[in-house]
């Protein structure tokens, strides 16, 4: 069964550092999401991306953020700054056509900001 | 996106049914009831949705009531691996380009041999 997959599995940085989370979406998907989970809360949106542009964001989302779809396999969030509360599960997700109504997520990149 | 109301948590044992209750007493015309789930220490997976009628897949069923202002998951013998958390969640059909789930604090299930 294809899945989301996300690299690197863990990942620590010095606060002031940039990141970058990989994904790789379902192959044939056309939306695609990030989500994050701080420890013990809920999980939350940040961003949706179809066609090649953000569709949404949240208020999370601010310009330290962006995402790119660099080829036609990767989907990516940079950080450009982290901060202390950066430190989250980050999860991707993706899904089909419209119409489609599941969203697949993969299984996160713990980062850690100290 | 409407609002919905789960307990904090639940328990069962093994190879009991499990109904995991949701209220969504603002629910519009256009909102799918989605449900999904979170295992310790990874992503969500999708379990099951619906709109108006009652769904079965391999994982779960999902029973509307005919109000639409609550459902029912179903998981009709759970098995250790079931332990999760479960989020019953509302989104709106029409909004294909903005489609974003909102996660509530769902339902911890516990389930004992």
């Known amino acids: 069964e294809p899945e989301v997959t996300q690299t690197p599995s863990h990942q620590v940085t010095q606060m002031g550092q940039e990141v970058i989370l990989r994904c790789v979406p379902i192959s044939n998907h056309l939306y695609f999401y990030w989500y994050r989970q701080i420890l013990g809360q809920k999980v939350e949106f940040l961003v949706s991306f179809y066609n090649n542009e953000i569709s949404e964001k949240s208020e999370i989302f601010d310009d330290q953020f962006s995402v790119e779809r660099p080829d036609g396999s990767n989907f990516t969030l940079k950080i450009r700054s982290t901060k202390l509360e950066d430190s989250a599960m980050y999860f991707c997700a993706s899904r089909g056509l419209a119409g489609q109504e599941t969203q697949y997520f993969g299984p996160g990149t713990r980062l850690l900001v100290l | 996106d409407a609002k919905t109301t789960q307990p904090n948590s639940m328990e069962s044992n093994e190879e009991e049914p499990v109904h995991l209750p949701c209220n969504h007493s603002?629910?519009?015309?256009?909102?799918?009831i989605h449900w999904y789930r979170q295992l310790p220490s990874q992503g969500p997976e999708y379990v099951i949705h619906?709109?108006?009628s009652n769904v079965n897949n391999r994982m779960a069923s999902l029973a509307i009531a005919e109000d639409r202002k609550s459902s029912t998951l179903i998981l009709h013998r759970a098995t250790l691996r079931d332990a999760a958390v479960y989020y019953c969640?509302?989104?709106?059909?029409?909004?294909?380009?903005?489609?974003?789930?909102?996660f509530g604090t769902g339902t911890r299930l516990q389930v004992f041999p």
């Open positions: 619906g709109l108006t």
């Open positions: 603002t629910i519009s015309g256009t909102d799918y």
């Open positions: 969640i509302l989104r709106d059909f029409r909004s294909y380009n903005t489609d974003k789930l909102i």
